[in-house]
Nanobody, 119 residues
Framework: QVQLVESGGGTVQPGGSLRLTCTVSGSALSSYDVAWYRQGPGMQRDLVAFDSRGRTLDPIESAKGRFYCSRDDAKNSVYLQMDDLRPEDAALYIC?????????????WGQGTRVTVSS
């Protein structure tokens, strides 16, 4: 059973930075493309950053240049570095894994960690 657990969310002031962590268990992270999405209340889920070894994805424009996805396969962990945070960045941030298999693809989602941006 593959499980993803996000951590590191909280409240940060506008202009601040935050680093989120996604810890993966049940499978080797190295087999997957990884990504971070976010979802505000009543909003669609948007891609904010990714680390892909085969696919080209397109994060939302407002995240480019401020949000960075990285990974440590040895620690089975994925990270999201967020800089220059704005009030509109407040959302539930969700970790995502994706890999191709013989019959299609497999993906997994975490439960998310909440980020609030407020002074």
């Amino acid at each position: 059973q593959v499980q993803l657990v996000e951590s590191g969310g909280g409240t940060v002031q506008p202009g601040g930075s935050l680093r989120l962590t996604c810890t993966v268990s049940g499978s080797a992270l190295s087999s997957y493309d990884v990504a971070w999405y976010r979802q505000g209340p009543g909003m669609q889920r948007d891609l904010v950053a990714f680390d892909s070894r085969g696919r080209t994805l397109d994060p939302i424009e407002s995240a480019k240049g401020r949000f960075y996805c990285s990974r440590d396969d040895a620690k089975n962990s994925v990270y999201l570095q967020m800089d220059d945070l704005r009030p509109e960045d407040a959302a539930l941030y969700i970790c995502h894994l994706h890999t191709k298999v013989v019959n299609g693809s497999v993906e997994y989602w975490g439960q998310g960690t909440r980020v609030t941006v407020s002074s």
